[in-house]
């Protein structure tokens, strides 16, 4: 069965989108397209729209891309999200602390602390974010249990193919399937090595720690607020979640064989493996790691740099484009900004001839800063993890590297991305 484009409505473009994917970038960019007249229809793979994993961190970029999209994101981000317990470390991105005794200190030592820009730093559970946007997405806008297998294209537009059989039209298809992304092997090619994620060479334990329990061990200003415990070959970073209800836990190791052959990227967490992991930690670590409730094992893949994020009608944003390890806390944000120039672009496109030429832009300026985040979410796991070249466990390049690293991520000019992206939109349209 064939699903058509719809129809446009009176004063809406006169052409249709189809995003594939109702996560994080994807609802973000149907609100964005809503509210820029663009018809839409996301087709979601799951049978409902869900997120996995427990908080995700937005920087003062990403919230800033929020009110640019739709002030309503940042409202319903404003009321599920949560900062440092303290007032005095609202601007405290972390506090970084030694994880155990290494060349940057002794067990529990404080080695650092970096100052987010305004509006500062906030967690948020995944799924209450993802609700807050499901609120602004019009129910008859998505169709659930589709995943796209390929897309067609077409004369004047794309034909997608699901797994089930069916097919739909569109004039465009936005790949925000993720870091397994199929639409990113219909604009790379499945023979591109740059289309295929890449294990890291790291892995997560994550869990959850009630935060009266976190107190009681830790004692009030570490457990309410945001600490990173460095050490040889892992990082332990915690967070307060659930408006200070919940302490959020997740720690990262090295894969002594740099390899991960199992086809399941999530794993239920041997307890013993983990303790193994981090035998030679404090006792603050250990600790931590002993109250974690429902834990699980997440190996990190990022994707290679590719060569474009668009061919002909077909478009990638979010993980589906640039898929980073979480160690600078910003993939989230990045698909937020995503969101902010691709929206606005397609809202100025006036006809369909003219949406290739809005994904040229789009590629040109988002692609180069998203790379980089890529290339350099690596590099800051090597520093916490004491590997990266030229720092290792030096305290004071540590600190020296801490102090410059974010600064490009968080202060970035939103509105000059769009307005170089729409000057390229204006000149080839």
């Given at each position: ?204 334990y994550r869990g959850l720690i009630p935060m009266e329990k976190a ?36 720690a990262f190791h090295a894969k002594k064989d740099g390899k991960w ?71 989230a944000g990045m698909a937020m900004e995503d969101a902010y120039v ?88």
């Amino acid at each position: 069965m064939t699903h058509p484009a719809p129809e446009s409505a009176p004063g809406q473009k006169p052409f249709t989108i189809a995003i594939c994917g109702g996560g994080i970038a994807g609802l973000a960019l149907a609100i964005g397209l809503l509210r820029r007249k663009v018809p839409f229809h996301v087709y979601e793979s799951a049978h409902a729209f869900s997120e996995i994993g427990a908080g995700v961190a937005f920087g003062p970029n990403s919230q800033r891309a929020m009110s640019l999209i739709d002030p309503k994101i940042k409202e319903g981000y404003g009321k599920r999200a949560t900062s440092n317990g303290y007032e005095e470390k609202k601007a405290v991105w972390f506090d970084f602390h030694a994880g155990m005794d290494c060349g940057i200190g002794k067990a529990g030592e404080k080695v650092g602390t970096v100052i987010a820009a305004d509006p500062g730093n906030g967690c948020i559970h995944r799924a209450h974010f993802l609700d807050e946007l499901v609120a602004l997405v019009p129910r008859e806008n998505a169709t659930f249990g589709k995943r796209v297998v390929e897309v067609e294209e077409l004369e004047d537009g794309v034909r997608l193919h699901f797994a089930d059989g069916e097919t739909a039209e569109a004039s465009a298809a936005v790949g925000c399937d993720g870091v397994k992304s199929n639409l990113r092997h219909a604009v790379l090619g499945k023979e591109d090595g740059a289309a295929h994620p890449d294990f890291t060479g790291k892995y997560a334990y994550r869990g959850l720690i009630p935060m009266e329990k976190a107190v009681s061990l830790l004692g009030d200003e570490l457990a309410r607020n945001s600490v990173m415990w460095l050490g040889n070959h892992g990082h332990v970073l915690t967070f307060p979640i659930e408006k200070g209800e919940i302490m959020n836990v997740v720690a990262f190791h090295a894969k002594k064989d740099g390899k991960w052959e199992d086809e399941k990227w999530v794993l239920p967490m041997d307890r013993q493996t983990m303790e193994a992991d981090f035998q030679d930690w404090g006792e603050s670590v250990k600790k931590i790691l002993s109250l974690m409730e429902k834990p699980d094992l997440w190996a990190l893949f990022d994707y290679p740099p590719a060569k474009t994020y668009f061919k002909g009608r077909t478009c990638l944003i979010g993980d589906a484009a640039h898929a980073s390890t979480p160690h600078q806390g910003a993939g989230a944000g990045m698909a937020m900004e995503d969101a902010y120039v691709l929206s606005n672009l397609l809202g100025a496109v006036q006809r369909s001839s003219d949406i290739e030429t809005a994904f040229r832009a789009y590629d040109a300026v988002r692609r180069p800063r998203t790379q980089k985040l890529v290339t350099t979410s690596r590099d800051a796991g090597e520093l916490y993890e004491l590997e990266k070249e030229g720092v290792w466990d030096d305290a004071d390049k540590l600190r020296e590297n801490l102090g410059t690293r974010y600064k490009w991520v968080w202060e970035k000019k939103l509105e000059e991305d769009l307005a170089e992206a729409m000057g390229i939109l204006g000149g080839k349209a």
